[in-house]
């Protein structure tokens, strides 16, 4: 069969064709994946010279051979991945049968490159191709000057950052030569008193009728005072977590079950202590209580429809005292024993020692009232056991938290003596007594031997006589006279000393307080109820 005639510009694709079939019957295995590589990109190059030479003597590719090489490109991606790669033999490159001079050079050129040195072909631009995909064989429409300035673009952005401009520093651009454009001023010092130097008229000294010198020593005044602000606030959190702490010495650790503020009539209260209320309600944190039957509830809506149905204007039993507005009611726990629960768990949330709450049949509850248009306010309690062995007149005293320090609770106290005198006994209250309850007692009991000396007018007293008078126990009587320093011991006799300036003090005190807040007597009506 005749050999076809190829054109100039075709005569390299025939060779590559033979070649690569020869190549590919009598090959060995290949080194590495690299040189494969590089030896197509060898080709392609010479591919694209080939169809540069084309531009001086135009001859057109026919379909077929394109096909060809397309088929050629496909069975190369096949057989690499098949199996391990083979390596090709190297063939001289056949010369192109054009009469173009310049394309049979660069041919040579690039063969000569590659047997030399290892390195990546190059463009007829110079430029190292970056990959596959920088010659589209696929496309030979593609035009010589758009391939070259589409590598240079890619050069320039890769590596030439020259167009960018320097970034300066600071000291670079700043200006240190710049004055202060208020008239007369040297630029020194700032109106904050912490700079050495000013550009502007807001940090102007001079601006501001100021001198450098009374810049700083006002920055130094201010630096002080929020030193000693600071420290007070600290001092302040201290104390605060200080009182918190003893305050939550004494409390019940009950986790979240624990009620922190309750709803009493007009007042809203903070507890102090952990009472033993149902844990539905402990748990909500808050109760809504009726003043005057002591129910407790969960909502402020419960609260308003018990307040419009509840009937109770004052404590159940017997009123026995009454003067002015101050009224005291005896409550048998027996016959109202609900209500002297709920009057023993509102207690112990003001209470720390208090253990009774339920078992309340035993006990006479005392309860004082304020009366006014609306009812009778409670404003504190004391309860005393029927039967007691020990002569305890008290075993437990409370004053509500929204009268305290007003006199009440000496008030209480008073009218348990008094009680105590009607059963010509004496009385003494239930030991451990609260802090706030022996300091209460103290004061009484300061009160009422001043009393007693400032009216005695015998040169020889005794301790019996004065308890026998003022229903005290001895034992206290004499604890309160060595806190006075009026009890000395002397030539194996006890004396008692009569401080003229207690009396004097005293005196004073109940002049300026009035007889507003004391328990008459006469006002009492009562007999003792007998045992049960």
Request: include cysteine; hydrophobic fraction near 25%; aromatic fraction near 8%.
């Amino acid at each position: 069969m005749p050999r076809r005639k190829r054109n100039a510009g075709s005569s390299s694709d025939g060779t590559e064709d033979s070649d690569f079939s020869a190549d590919h019957e009598h090959t060995d295995r290949i080194e590495t994946y690299g040189r494969t590589r590089r030896n197509t990109r060898l080709t392609r190059a010479s591919l694209r010279l080939s169809q540069s030479s084309q531009d001086s003597s135009p001859v057109q590719i026919s379909p077929a051979e394109v096909v060809t090489f397309s088929a050629r490109r496909v069975t190369r991606s096949r057989s690499l991945q098949q199996g391990p790669p083979v390596t090709p033999k190297k063939y001289p490159l056949r010369q192109s049968r054009s009469s173009g001079s310049d394309t049979e050079q660069h041919v040579e050129d690039l063969k000569r490159a590659a047997d030399q040195d290892e390195s990546p072909p190059r463009t007829p631009t110079g430029n190292a191709l970056s990959s596959e995909s920088d010659i589209d064989v696929s496309s030979p429409n593609v035009s010589h000057d758009e391939s070259l300035a589409k590598e240079l673009s890619l050069k320039d952005t890769g590596s030439d950052l020259s167009h960018r401009p320097k970034r300066r520093r600071f000291h670079e651009s700043y200006n240190f030569n710049m004055k202060c454009p208020t008239p007369g001023c040297n630029s020194l010092g700032h109106l904050t008193g912490k700079h050495e130097r000013h550009f502007s008229i807001s940090g102007c000294p001079l601006f501001h009728n100021l001198s450098v010198d009374e810049c700083k020593t006002r920055a130094s005044s201010r630096d002080k005072q929020v030193e000693e602000r600071t420290l007070s606030h600290r001092q302040d959190e201290n104390r605060h977590g200080t009182r918190h702490q003893e305050k939550l010495q004494g409390q019940v650790a009950e986790g979240s079950n624990m009620i922190k503020t309750i709803v009493f009539g007009r007042y809203e209260l903070d507890t102090w202590y952990h009472s033993p209320y149902p844990e539905e309600y402990a748990r909500l944190g808050r109760l809504y209580m009726c003043e005057f039957c002591l129910k407790y509830m969960k909502s402020l809506t419960i609260l308003r429809r018990h307040m419009a149905k509840c009937v109770w204007k004052h404590p159940p039993g017997d009123e026995i005292y009454r003067k002015g507005n101050i009224s005291v009611f005896e409550v048998d726990g027996k016959k109202n024993k609900i209500y002297c629960q709920n009057l023993c768990l509102l207690a112990k949330l003001f209470l720390d020692h208090k253990t009774l709450y339920y078992d309340v049949e035993p006990f006479l509850f005392y309860v004082m009232t304020e009366a006014d248009n609306t009812g009778c306010h409670l404003v504190g309690y004391f309860s005393k056991e029927k039967n007691s062995f020990l002569n305890y007149n008290v075993s437990c005293i409370l004053t509500m938290p929204q009268y305290m320090r007003q006199g009440y609770g000496k008030m209480l106290i008073d009218f348990s003596y008094l009680l105590s005198k009607v059963e010509e006994k004496v009385g003494s209250p239930e030991r451990p007594l609260s802090d706030l309850g022996l300091i209460s007692y103290r004061s009484y009991w300061k009160e009422v031997l001043l009393r007693y000396l400032n009216q005695f007018q015998g040169k020889e007293i005794s301790i019996k006589e004065i308890s026998q008078e003022t229903a005290v126990n001895p034992v206290d009587i004499v604890s309160t006279l060595q806190s006075l320093q009026m009890l000395k011991y002397w030539k194996g006799k006890h004396l008692v000393l009569k401080r003229q300036d207690l009396i004097d003090d005293w005196k004073a005190k109940e002049t300026k307080r009035g007889s507003s807040k004391t328990i008459e007597p006469t006002a009492l009506k009562w007999t003792p109820p007998k045992g049960t």
